[in-house]
Each structure stands twice: as structure tokens, then as C-alpha cells.
Nanobody, 124 residues
Framework: QVRLVESGGGLVQTGGSLRLSCTAS????????MGWFRQAPGKELEFVAT????????RYLESVKGRFTISRDNAKNTVYLQMNNLNPGDTAVYFC?????????????????WGLGTQVTVSS
């Protein structure tokens, strides 16, 4: 089992920045692919970003490209999501995810492990 704990959410104004962190514990060898999904009120779960263990495979939701950066520190078992130039459309609960094996890292059902989520609210 892998336990994921997110931190770094909060309230920010349009144009502001936040950095989310997610630390894995337990059987961290299973956290080969890590990433972030988000869910806004009344909307479906949405893929945001993902990164492979060695950082060679990185993907983003089109609407966050150029604004968000995903990275990871394997020594700390932590994945980060730097979010810049935030807008109200980014308001959501952000979930950290991890998978040992996958075929399409942008699909939610590929991920075995999920954190409880952290709220990000962007005011206009």
C-alpha cells in the first residue's frame, strides 16, 4: 500500500501562485508514476499533470501548459505541482495519485493510490 498526503492548497487571487506537495509513504516502490487530478464543484474529475519516476514522461492538461510545472524528488518520495498565473477556472480539489503500472497516465482508473485532496480556490 502507498499512502499519499497532499499539502499546499489555499486561497489565492487571480494571477497568483501556489505550490502543491504530495508525499508518499509505505510501499513507495509502487509509486512509479505520480500525478495530479482535480475536481471542481459539479464537474467531473479531470487529469492535470503526471510524471514518471525518472521524470522522462511528463504530461499536462492542455489548459495548464505553460502555467503549471510538475516535478518530483524521489529521495523525499514527494511530487510537486507549481501553479502560476492561476485563474478561477483552476478552483478545485486537487488529488495526488500514484500508479505502479499503467498504459495511459492521463486516465484516472490507471491509478491505484489516491490522496484525500487539497482545496485550491482562486478568487477573481
Amino acid at each position: 500500500q502507498v499512502r499519499l498526503v497532499e499539502s499546499g492548497g489555499g486561497l489565492v487571487q487571480t494571477g497568483g501562485s501556489l505550490r502543491l506537495s504530495c508525499t508518499a509513504s509505505g510501499e513507495t516502490f509502487a509509486a512509479n508514476q505520480m500525478g495530479w487530478f482535480r475536481q471542481a464543484p459539479g464537474k467531473e474529475l479531470e487529469f492535470v499533470a503526471t510524471i514518471s519516476r525518472k521524470g522522462f514522461d511528463i504530461r499536462y492538461l492542455e489548459s495548464v501548459k505553460g502555467r503549471f510545472t510538475i516535478s518530483r524528488d524521489n529521495a523525499k518520495n514527494t511530487v510537486y505541482l507549481q501553479m502560476n498565473n492561476l485563474n478561477p477556472g483552476d478552483t478545485a480539489v486537487y488529488f495526488c495519485v500514484a500508479a505502479q503500472m499503467y498504459s495511459d497516465a492521463t486516465k484516472a482508473d490507471e491509478y491505484d493510490y489516491w490522496g484525500l485532496g487539497t482545496q485550491v480556490t482562486v478568487s477573481s
